[in-house]
Nanobody
Framework: QVLLLESGGGLVQAGDSLRLSCAPSGRTFSSSGMGWFRQAPGKEREFVAAINWSGLITRYADSVKGRFTISRDSANNTMYLQMNSLKPEDTAVYYC????????????????????????WGQGTQVTVSS
């Protein structure tokens, strides 16, 4: 069974930083695009950031652009999300996901199509930002 294991969430104050990690077990995703998504209570799951198989192409939601950085370490088979200048509206459960393809999603498509592009999902890690 393929598992994606997120870690690094927690409770922080506005303006603080966190780094989330995503490490798969059971297989490697070196040829797959990867992504981060989040879901706040009562809201739909939304796209946060994506990275292609090589790590050279990244995509970000407008709400996190300039504050969050997605990266991957192929040697350690791990993906990261560095989150700086956190805001209370960043509070959510953050999920990592592995795509069905090697690239990044077309952000002009609706969220349903973007979500459908990802095959494997982690259990999520809670990020809470207090004001």
């Amino acid at each position: 069974q393929v598992l994606l294991l997120e870690s690094g969430g927690g409770l922080v104050q506005a303006g603080d930083s966190l780094r989330l990690s995503c490490a798969p077990s059971g297989r490697t995703f070196s040829s797959s695009g990867m992504g981060w998504f989040r879901q706040a209570p009562g809201k739909e799951r939304e796209f946060v950031a994506a990275i292609n198989w090589s790590g050279l192409i990244t995509r970000y939601a407008d709400s996190v652009k300039g504050r969050f950085t997605i990266s991957r370490d192929s040697a350690n088979n791990t993906m990261y999300l560095q989150m700086n200048s956190l805001k209370p509206e960043d509070t959510a459960v953050y999920y990592c996901a592995a795509a069905r393809f090697g690239g990044t999603p077309d952000l002009k498509e609706g969220i349903r199509k973007i979500l459908a592009a990802y095959k494997h999902w982690g259990q999520g890690t809670q990020v809470t930002v207090s004001s």
